[in-house]
């Protein structure tokens, strides 16, 4: 949620930058309206942009900065996007340089942080504001998340969340239980379901062979329309190129509806500790095991 204080700092950001570079968000149009430069940051990067404008000040002449301007400067999906027009060979390395930077940097805060995703919502955070963002999807809502909040829990140590977190950086053991909590429920299988999920087997046994352990579905709400997370447990690391071919491989078999996600055994040891603690946690706490593919025997009519 923006806060009145959040739109005050964003304004009072962007009004600062465009002050010391108006050259680099000139507009291509006659109107204020005409091709506007899209800007949409969080307050944690307001750092990073700003050394960004400063290098891209240092590194393009006044002889050459007519052509340039910067077109988008957004967050998507917990990575940086930033698209601009003119001078190129200069730029390019600040760009890449600013993008990387914001990768470990908190989008709320600008301390160090890992891009992490909650129900599919991915952002760059520190441990603090993962667990505010965990609370915040609370399944029983704003009063469910309040009151796990004040209360006293006897997993940590008969102390409530809110007083462990304001007493310094928060714990495993505080990420994990924030985690537990922000679980939906598990999903509930009919037999047609069943059915064709079972066909999702041989289609990731072609793409991972016998590293393929087990397969279970989450956040799997049919009567809201096509939708589900398939978690695939995998004997040693995961690999992103292998998750692109795979999901690639189960659009065509007509499995477009679902999320793959790919989980190494190692990372269900310590959840909160793995590259995706959501996922993690959905196939320890709320999934369903997808039977393995039986192919029909043949009849032989006797």
């Known amino acids: 949620m923006v806060t009145p204080v959040d739109e005050r700092r964003y304004r009072a950001f962007l009004a600062a930058a465009q002050l010391r570079h108006a050259w680099q968000f000139q507009r291509r149009g006659r109107s204020e309206a005409d091709d506007p430069v899209e800007i949409e940051i969080p307050p944690g990067w307001y750092g990073l942009m700003d050394r960004l404008f ?11 900065r007519g052509g340039f301007r910067w077109r988008r400067l957004r967050v998507v999906h917990g990575v940086l996007e930033i698209r601009f027009d003119g001078v190129r060979d200069r730029i390019l390395p600040i760009v890449t340089r600013t993008r990387d930077e ?37 399944p029983r809502g704003a009063s469910g998340a309040r009151r796990w909040w004040q209360t006293p829990q006897p997993a940590l140590g008969r102390r409530s969340p809110a007083s462990l977190l304001q007493s310094g950086p928060p714990s495993e053991l505080l990420l994990d239980q924030a985690l537990r909590l922000a679980m939906p429920a598990a999903p509930r299988l009919n037999g047609a379901h069943r059915q064709r999920l079972q066909g999702v087997w041989p289609v990731l046994r072609e793409a991972f062979g016998e590293r393929l352990r087990s397969l279970r579905l989450a956040e799997f709400e049919p009567e809201t329309g096509p939708n589900g997370t398939l978690l695939a447990m995998l004997a040693g690391e995961p690999d992103t190129a292998a998750r692109t071919a795979a999901a690639n491989q189960l659009a065509r078999a007509g499995y477009s509806d679902l999320r793959l996600r790919l989980i190494g055994q190692s990372d269900l040891d310590n959840p909160v500790r793995a590259a995706d603690p959501w996922s993690c946690m959905l196939a320890l706490e709320a999934s369903v095991s997808i039977p393995r593919y039986q192919p029909a025997a043949p009849f032989d009519g006797r």
């Open 54 to 64: 400063d290098g891209v000040a240092e590194a393009v002449p006044a002889a050459e």
């Open 102 to 138: 914001a990768a470990v940097t908190c989008q709320a805060c600008g301390q160090p942080g890992t891009r992490r995703q909650i129900a599919g919502d991915y952002r760059v955070n520190c441990d603090r504001h993962f667990i505010e963002l965990l609370v915040d999807a609370h």
